[in-house]
């Protein structure tokens, strides 16, 4: 059996015939506890998902556009604070394990409320779970770089998170091509998915709570050293760098707005469709790129999503974004640069924390990245006053920043 595990893990990771036997394993039970987690991750959505659920249930405008700035800044916000309470932990898996868990009550929460509510306080009820679902999800965030760096060697980092991200990526394509088909009507088919999320997350926490993690010494829970901010040139270059690169998670409502006239499930199927394409057809790749240089794979994606959400301006100014593909086109090609963010910042500040310090570095990083995310969002919103054109251009001009930026980051594989 082991033999057998060891073989399968290589085949993912490109790895030699020395991997040790208990790496073999928990790198297994990573690739399968992420894929069920980012399977759920994708079937709840809120930038697309659960603003289709909310309009649907007649939840306000105003509410539902409160979804998606609770679900990723509230992900972001509260990791200072986590850091302590995962650095006091022996056995940092168990962080994760309730963050996963958390999630999967917080998504059956959803679930419920779309089930038995409507309007104003369905918005609300989705509103609060989603708070559950951020500060759990945090949680998660926090404690998963060091988990990650404990038990799998450097350069296979990379590929276990780009081959779960692959996997269920090809899962959210199927939803999507469901949603497409024009077979499923009304909201039961979305609040079935979403119940299915919360089934899948609980089912991550369970298997990822049998991984076999050495323990880690016991550090009083105390604020969190903000020092790496003042003395650490390169985690301040890393932060502007991830800063501005968020506009490739904030971008892909304005692509949207740009090809109006689809129907309701069937034009939320075909964002699903771009996104979860883009992430099957990439996400391995750019986990192989990151192991190689994950700060070529940040400079590459960020000058990619530029070009895309360039050409999305130029399509529109010149008409061509009322044909039926073009939109969902030039939006895969954005989600491909956005997969690549995603993974280059993953593993860059794996590799660049010290050992003892990643949760520390993981949660100045994303409280950080919270508060500009914010700000960048609010600056999308603004631009969006004269039209999505005008934001998307200013996003490609701060995803192009990010990505020459990113040039002048340290190799860390060097």
């Not at 085949?11 to 990573?30: C, F, S, Y």
């Not at 009820?125 to 759990?136: E, K, T, W, Y």
């Not at 039961?188 to 709570?209: D, R, T």
Request: charged share 15%.
């Amino acid at each position: 059996m082991n033999e057998a595990v060891e073989k399968a893990y290589a085949k993912v990771t490109g790895a030699d015939d020395d991997v040790p036997a208990t790496e073999a394993r928990n790198g297994l039970r990573h690739v399968l506890s992420l894929s069920l987690t980012k399977v759920a991750d994708g079937l709840i959505d809120p930038k697309l998902v659960l603003s289709w659920l909310g309009n649907a249930l007649g939840a306000p405008a105003a509410v539902t556009g409160l979804f998606v700035p609770i679900r990723e800044a509230g992900a972001l916000l509260p990791q200072i604070a986590l850091a302590g309470w995962v650095q006091s932990m022996e056995q940092r898996k168990w962080a994760w394990v309730l963050g996963s868990a958390g999630q999967g009550i917080a998504a059956a929460a959803i679930a419920v409320a779309a089930l038995s509510l409507s309007g104003l306080y369905a918005g609300l009820a989705i509103c609060a779970a989603l708070a559950v679902l951020a500060l759990s999800r945090a949680a998660c965030s926090v404690s998963y770089k060091d988990i990650l760096g404990k038990s799998i060697a450097k350069r296979r980092r990379g590929a276990v998170t780009g081959t779960a991200s692959a996997v269920a990526s090809l899962a959210v394509v199927g939803f999507a091509l469901l949603l497409m088909s024009g077979l499923l009507r009304e909201q039961a088919p979305v609040i079935v998915a979403i119940g299915l999320a919360a089934v899948l997350w609980l089912a991550g926490s369970l298997l990822f709570s049998t991984l076999e993690e050495e323990p880690s010494e016991r550090a009083a829970a105390s604020k969190l050293d903000l020092s790496p901010l003042r003395e650490d040139r390169d985690f301040r270059l890393f932060i502007a760098v991830r800063g501005l690169l968020t506009v490739t998670a904030l971008a892909p409502p304005y692509f949207v707005m740009l090809g109006g006239g689809q129907g309701a499930l069937q034009g939320l199927g075909a964002l699903l469709l771009a996104s979860s394409g883009a992430s099957f057809a990439s996400s391995y790749i750019w986990g192989r790129l990151a192991d190689r240089s994950a700060r070529l794979v940040l400079a590459i994606s960020g000058m990619c999503g530029a070009a895309f959400a360039a050409l999305a301006v130029l399509a529109e100014t010149l008409g061509w974004a009322t044909s039926g593909y073009v939109v969902p086109v030039i939006l895969f090609g954005f989600m491909l640069a956005y997969q690549g963010v995603r993974r280059g910042r993953s593993v860059y500040l794996v590799d660049m924390a010290p050992e003892d310090q990643r949760s520390s570095y993981a949660a100045l990083a994303n409280t950080a990245i919270g508060v500009l995310l914010l700000a960048v969002g609010a600056l999308g919103g603004v631009l969006a006053l004269a039209g999505p054109v005008v934001a998307l251009g200013g996003f490609a001009v701060l995803s192009l920043a990010g990505g020459l930026l990113a040039l002048r980051l340290r190799d860390e594989k060097a």
